[in-house]
T-cell receptor, first 114, second 113 residues
């Protein structure tokens, strides 16, 4: 149980395009979803926290206009990287949780901007 | 605010040897503690968690961890490792009632045959 699916797993696109990443909780309804960014050989950096039906809360230093988060339902959250540039290349991971239960993580999306 | 320090960035061990991955945390309030494992190009999988109760916590894949409040530590142990345990291990903390996890820097466990 507690499966989180993230799609796509790998995406390569040209500089200036926008990329959407989906995060779905497959067998539970997630009250909260989280988006992380991970640089090579580093830890996870929390980008934002989103609760279904409300605006995401972004961490300090994360551009909300750059990284658009939508949490339209209890099983789906999306992260859109707008006008992506090479410095946005990274591994993006989502997680989801129900109330006070531990977070369950997706398998991540490797984003490469050329 | 909480912080987590994983004292070893890399730990090489031989197969079937015991291993301990160290984790210390800092917090002014009561905490929940977690260990996650990350295999290459994948997300994180929960190994075990301490929420309350017994300080010795058993998890999946033969791992266990002990919560030591006086030393503010939550070290991860396994008595006999396997090649398949090669991965990155993250210790994480959250304050009770909080949503966010704070992660340590990670420890890369490498198992040599």
């Amino acid at each position: 149980g507690a499966v989180v699916s993230q799609h796509p797993s790998w995406v390569i696109c040209k500089s200036g395009t926008s990329v959407k990443i989906e995060c779905r909780s497959l067998d539970f309804q997630a009250t909260t979803m989280f988006w992380y960014r991970q640089f090579p050989k580093q830890s996870l950096m929390l980008m934002a926290t989103s609760n279904e039906g409300s605006k995401a809360t972004y961490e300090q230093g994360v551009e909300k206009d750059k990284f658009l988060i939508n949490h339209a339902s209890l099983t789906l959250s999306t992260l859109t990287v707008t006008s992506a540039h090479p410095e946005d290349s990274s591994f993006y991971i989502c997680s989801a949780r129900v109330l006070n239960q531990p977070q369950h993580f997706g398998d991540g999306t490797r984003l490469s901007i050329l | 605010a909480q912080s987590v320090t994983q004292l070893d960035s890399q730990v090489p061990v031989f197969e079937e040897a015991p291993v301990e991955l160290r984790c210390n945390y800092s917090s002014s309030v009561s905490v929940y503690l977690f260990w996650y494992v990350q295999y290459p190009n994948q997300g994180l999988q929960l190994l075990l968690k301490y929420l309350s109760g017994s300080t010795l916590v058993k998890g999946i894949n033969g791992f266990e961890a002990e919560f030591n409040k006086s030393q503010t530590s939550f070290h991860l142990r396994k008595p006999s490792v396997h090649i398949s345990d090669t991965a990155e291990y993250f210790c994480a903390v959250s304050s009770q009632g909080a949503q966010k996890l704070v992660f340590g820097q990670g420890t890369r466990l490498t198992i040599n045959p």
